[in-house]
């Protein structure tokens, strides 16, 4: 069964460097989306993205976090000068469309990311 | 703005019986999906089940299904038959169909499973 996969699984950075977290998506899904977990706290949607351009995004989402789409199959979330509260769980997920019956957001595995 | 709330922290479960996770939400909409997601200590988000606000019929995926009660916006998730693999953390989640395409998560939760 296809499936969302994430690289790293965990990434360790020193508190303002740049990380670049990866995901790739299932292959024929349109819609692609980042979530956050905090360690102990609930999962937090920060974007959606669909045809090369965001369509949502949380007001987490500032403007130390892009997202981009740089080939066909590689979704990334980059975080720019990063922070020690951005040290959390981080999902990728897409969904085949936004229609009945393929709106389903599969889940990736997640990259641990922390910040010292 | 939707929320969603799980309002048991934990629960435990001796094996072979069953337990039901309780969920209920907030919304001025008149569709949405609702979906229980499983967290294992793995940390992988898995879809458990899924339930399309318009439809009455509660769903089920073999040991799981759910009590939908859209008036009482109330969708818990009754887990049959517990077996050990079920020990995980687990989200209620509410999706929009209208406005956007983000979901909203409870806080989750722990699921125990008693050998």
Redesign the interface.
């Known amino acids: 069964e296809p499936e969302v996969t994430q690289t790293p699984s965990h990434q360790v950075t020193q508190m303002g460097q740049e990380v670049i977290l990866r995901c790739v998506p299932i292959s024929n899904h349109l819609y692609f989306y980042w979530y956050r977990q905090i360690l102990g706290q609930k999962v937090e949607f920060l974007v959606s993205f669909y045809n090369n351009e965001i369509s949502e995004k949380s007001e987490i989402f500032d403007d130390q976090f892009s997202v981009e789409r740089p080939d066909g199959s590689n979704f990334t979330l980059k975080i720019r000068s990063t922070k020690l509260e951005d040290s959390a769980m981080y999902f990728c997920a897409s969904s085949e469309a936004l229609g009945r019956g393929t709106d389903t957001q599969y889940f990736g595995p997640g990259t641990r990311l922390t910040v010292l | 703005a939707q929320t969603v709330t799980q309002s048991q922290p934990e629960m435990s479960v001796q094996e072979a019986e069953t337990v039901t996770l309780s969920c209920t939400y907030d919304t001025s909409e008149s569709d949405y999906?609702l979906?229980w997601?499983k967290q294992p200590p793995?940390?992988?988000?898995?879809?458990v089940i899924?339930q399309?606000a318009y439809k009455q019929q509660n769903a089920t995926e073999n040991r799981f299904s759910v009590n939908f009660q859209k008036a009482a916006k109330s969708f818990s998730l009754k887990i049959s038959d517990s077996q050990l693999g079920d020990a995980a953390m687990y989200?209620c989640?509410y999706?929009s169909l209208y406005n956007?395409?983000?979901?909203?998560?409870?806080?989750?939760t722990r699921l125990t499973v008693k050998p």
């Open positions: 999906y979906f997601y793995s940390r992988q988000m898995i879809l899924r399309e989200f989640a999706r956007n395409n983000d979901m909203r998560f409870g806080a989750g």
